[in-house]
């Protein structure tokens, strides 16, 4: 099928900044994030951490929320995601504070770690720069970098390995579950080779998802262990997109999203469910997914699915995650937008600088 997407003019005109260069280029970035975890000196002052708190913001959270969601069934001790200005008051000296700031310069990424610094925790700062950058210096505590010049959300393969690699590091990732580290990046390499702007729409998974997307307002439905990468979906339909977007994930979905579907069918109209399906999920939460799936394609105007790749846990995440980096741009072009852009994000961070 003959489509704009397929047109190299496009992107050239369309995509000046490379937010579909800077997808395919996953791969690369993630074994770089990891060459640079394992060449960085790690301070730590041999305390049984009880915690580990990932203080970040929008882009810079994300790769947090990936790391608990797939050390959720192996790992002994707790992993936190904190969004906002303040600590959780159970933070302790035995909680591990990764500060994460893609920037440097996050005002609520440095407002956290100000209060880690005063309850005396161990603070390990991810960032390309800015202030972060120089109170990490300061305080000689362990900095890990990420590079200069990407948008924070497309910066995820640094931001989600690079935290895995340290914690792998210090010693709180077993060899078997390190494992599928690899096959995560061997599986999502494949998938940017038949995903990239130059494949055909005829044969493009992205493209072909955008392309169903475009005209509705997606909402990203999917199984426990893919929690995040759904949520990763919406921000980014939100940002590449600038498409409304929402989520929710199974089986949690079973005791409140199913009610829409029972909605006025004005609004259900514009609707599209995208469901990401793990084939390795147990089968009766599958056949629940089945049956909420046909439930859905009564009264929603469209309903996709989006097949997880991968023996591993980590592989199967990272593939359905592709998947929806890869559609999202696709789909701000076809809306002629440049899937790069922030100036909403802009505006208010600069409604605060008087």
């Not at 305080?139 to 990420?146: A, C, E, G, K, P």
């Not at 914690?167 to 060899?175: F, K, N, V």
């Not at 390499?189 to 055909?200: A, P």
């Not at 696709?330 to 600088?353: C, N, Q």
Request: glycine fraction near 8%; charge should be negative; charged fraction near 25%.
């Amino acid at each position: 099928m003959s489509s704009v997407l397929d047109d190299p003019e496009t992107y050239t005109k369309m995509d000046p900044d490379g937010m579909l260069k800077a997808i395919t280029e996953f791969p690369t970035s993630a074994r770089n994030a990891l060459k640079n975890t394992e060449n960085t000196k790690i301070n730590i002052d041999g305390i049984k951490y009880d915690s580990i708190l990932i203080a970040g913001m929008g882009g810079s959270a994300v790769g947090g929320l990936l790391l608990r969601d797939w050390l959720r069934d192996t790992l002994k001790i707790p992993v936190d995601v904190s969004r906002g200005y303040h600590l959780p008051a159970y933070v302790s000296k035995k909680t591990l504070i990764y500060a994460v700031s893609y920037s440097g310069n996050t005002e609520e990424t440095l407002s956290q770690y100000t209060e880690a610094l005063k309850l005396g925790c161990t603070v390990i700062c991810f960032c390309s720069g800015g202030k972060l950058e120089h109170l990490a210096k300061e305080n000689h505590q362990t900095l890990v970098y990420f590079p200069i010049g990407q948008q924070p959300r497309a910066a995820i393969p640094y931001q989600f390995y690079n935290l895995a690699g340290v914690t792998r590091r210090i010693g709180l990732i077993d060899d078997k579950k390190w494992a599928e580290v690899k096959e995560s990046i061997t599986v999502v390499e494949s998938l940017c080779t038949e995903m990239s702007q130059e494949v055909s729409s005829d044969v493009n998974l992205g493209k072909q998802l955008a392309t169903e997307i475009k005209g509705y307002v997606p909402f990203i439905y999917a199984p426990r262990l893919f929690e995040n990468v759904a949520y990763r979906y919406s921000t980014q339909f939100n940002e590449n997109s600038k498409s409304p977007a929402a989520t929710n994930f199974y089986p949690e979905a079973f005791h409140n999203s199913v009610m829409a579907r029972e909605g006025a069918e004005e609004i259900l109209g514009g609707l599209c469910a995208v469901i990401i399906h793990d084939p390795k999920e147990n089968k009766r939460l599958n056949k629940k997914i089945d049956v909420s799936v046909d439930l859905m394609e009564e009264t929603f105007g469209k309903v996709i699915t989006v097949e997880a790749k991968g023996e591993s846990n980590l592989a199967r995440m990272m593939s359905a995650l592709i998947q929806g980096d890869y559609a999202s741009a696709y789909l701000g072009l076809l809306y002629g937008i440049d899937p790069s852009t922030t100036e909403s994000i802009r505006i208010l961070k600069a409604s605060m600088e008087n």
